[in-house]
């Protein structure tokens, strides 16, 4: 099983950028699609981005589609979050998140679906 923790987190202005990484320690971080989750004060965990085990797929939620950018490199067992254009509606604590997936075309979209989740990271977009 793989341990997660990330990084890249802070304050930025709205409008500006951040880049999350979430580095996986084990040997079998391919065997994992991976995702991204944020959960702002007072809300539910939502879905932000995810990507299939081979980095061919990816998929995004409704709010961030355009402006974020998922990848990953499994020779360093990292995957990132590129966030540009960022607005006050994207402030919450952040987490990656590790899904045994069967193939490796899946992305999983849906937070039961993964097993493994690092600790979160803070974002705050201020006005």
């Known amino acids: 099983q793989v341990q997660l923790v990330e990084s890249g987190g802070g304050l930025v202005q709205a409008g500006g950028s951040l880049r999350l990484s979430c580095a996986a320690s084990?040997?079998?971080?391919?065997?994992?699609?991976m995702g991204w989750f944020r959960q702002a004060p007072g809300q539910e965990r939502d879905f932000v981005a995810g990507?299939?085990?081979?980095?061919?797929?990816?998929m995004y939620g409704a709010s961030v589609k355009g402006r974020f950018t998922i990848s990953r490199d499994n020779t360093e067992n990292t995957v990132y979050l590129q966030m540009n254009n960022l607005n006050p509606e994207d402030t919450g604590v952040y987490s990656c998140?590790?899904?045994?997936?069967?193939?490796?075309?899946?992305?999983?979209?849906?937070?039961?679906?993964?097993?493994?989740w690092g600790q979160g990271t803070q974002v705050t977009v201020s006005s």
């Open positions: 990507i299939s085990r081979n980095g061919g797929n990816t």
């Open positions: 084990g040997r079998t971080f391919s065997s994992y699609a």
């Open positions: 998140a590790a899904s045994r997936a069967s193939t490796i075309t899946v992305v999983p979209n849906n937070l039961n679906q993964y097993a493994t």
